[in-house]
């Protein structure tokens, strides 16, 4: 390698660095005054695409405005398109942003309206766009949300394995329940089959009670009295369990920083690195 290759290599790094540095800051920090107005702008512009795309679910609006609405529509669409890619492009680790939950979100996005050529009608999915105006609470600087946002997650990360085995426990009891009512009351009472049954057991146990089926026979009345007093007592159940685990995490400190690699989001106050990928806030 000749010295002044090596030289135009070393001009070029730094000056690589500090778009994808400059990039960053714009797009997914909120500390600048420019970062800042981005996000207000972006914010804005999901609000108005959204509400287009409601508006051209109204018949007698888009047989007037159909026109002016789909171009409002493409226009937004490519709009997020090029924001998405210059997320990709001033990430670190790409992958790993667009694996996340706000990667996923701006990636379906844009997906319904490129798909609406093959799939009529998938483009009104667009309205899935207002997930995005969740970075309002990082825009206006509302960090005892973001805190109370992040200690949330962390309690039900925390108690998925209890709450999975409540879960299975309330899928087994309606079964259990579903049949015995299948048994008990039959198909001339509205009870045609195991899985109908089920459903009334769902629908009991989770004190809905839609009123579609309901026990004609003694028995069966008791039986249903039995389900809805369980059904109380079930749902304080993973309510008692995140309590816990909030009470636990209640302690933790939040900052708003966000990782330039894979722009990972609630670190701690005095984080130095990444809790998700290890580089150096």
């Known amino acids: 390698m000749t010295k002044s290759r090596r030289l135009d290599e070393l001009k070029q790094k730094p000056s690589q660095s500090t778009w994808r540095a400059r990039t960053h800051e714009i797009i997914f920090e909120a500390d600048t005054p420019v970062g800042r107005a981005f996000d207000i702008i972006l914010i804005v512009s999901i609000l108005v695409s959204v509400i287009a795309v409601m508006l051209d679910s109204v018949g007698p609006i888009r047989r007037v405005y159909g026109g002016f609405l789909y171009k409002v529509e493409w226009f937004f669409t490519i709009l997020f398109t090029i924001e998405y890619i210059l997320r990709l492009l001033c990430i670190g680790r790409p992958l790993r942003y667009a694996t996340s939950f706000f990667g996923v979100v701006d990636l379906l996005a844009i997906i319904p309206t490129y798909l609406s050529y093959i799939i009529p009608g998938s483009q009104y999915l667009l309205v899935i766009r207002i997930l995005r105006v969740l970075r309002i609470f990082r825009v206006l600087k509302i960090v005892q ?137």
């Open 145 to 281: 949300y973001l805190s109370e946002a992040d200690m949330l997650l962390y309690a039900l990360r925390a108690s998925r394995r209890k709450i999975t085995v409540f879960l299975f426990t309330v899928l087994t009891l309606v079964i259990i329940f579903g049949s015995l009512m299948y048994i008990i009351e039959g198909e001339d009472n509205g009870f045609t089959s195991i899985p109908r049954s089920v459903y009334w057991a769902v629908v009991t146990l989770t004190t809905v009670g839609y009123g579609d089926i309901s026990p004609k026979t003694g028995f069966g009345q008791a039986v249903a009295a039995l389900v809805m007093i369980l059904g109380y007592s079930i749902i304080a159940v993973p309510t008692g369990i995140v309590t816990v685990e909030l009470s636990q995490a209640f302690r933790r400190k939040i900052s708003t920083q966000a990782c330039p690699e894979c722009s990972a989001e609630g670190h701690d106050v005095d984080a130095v690195h990444c809790k998700a990928c290890g580089a150096k806030l």
